[in-house]
Nanobody, 122 residues
Framework: QVQLVESGGGLVQPGGSLRLSCAAS????????MGWYRQAPGKHRELVAV???????NYADSVKGRFTISRGNAKNTVYLQMNSLKPEDTAVYYC????????????????WGQGTQVTVSS
């Protein structure tokens, strides 16, 4: 099993910054990609940013130029640096990881964290 633990959410004023962290642990053989999604009240969960094992990144148009996803020095960690935050960035942010677990057949996994609340308000 693969577990994801997120941290770094909180309350911030418009224009402020936050850094989210996510650490994956468990029976991980390889990681294809890690990413961040968010879900605001009454809305569907949406992709915020993703980074592949090769370092390729992809961002939602709404966060381009403001958010940066990166991998940590520690294996299987990912960060989301959020700058110039806006009230519309308010949501629960979820970490996602996709890869293969250990075992003779290297079965795939796709796991979610428990979510961390980000609130942007004055």
């Amino acid at each position: 099993q693969v577990q994801l633990v997120e941290s770094g959410g909180g309350l911030v004023q418009p224009g402020g910054s936050l850094r989210l962290s996510c650490a994956a642990s468990g029976t991980i053989y390889s990681m294809n990609a890690m990413g961040w999604y968010r879900q605001a009240p009454g809305k569907h969960r949406e992709l915020v940013a993703v980074i592949t094992s090769l370092g390729s990144t992809n961002y939602a148009d709404s966060v381009k130029g403001r958010f940066t996803i990166s991998r940590g020095n520690a294996k299987n960690t990912v960060y989301l640096q959020m700058n110039s935050l806006k009230p519309e960035d308010t949501a629960v942010y979820y970490c996602n990881a996709d890869g293969r677990t250990t075992g003779w057949s290297r079965p795939g996994f796709n796991s979610w964290g428990q979510g961390t609340q980000v609130t942007v308000s004055s």
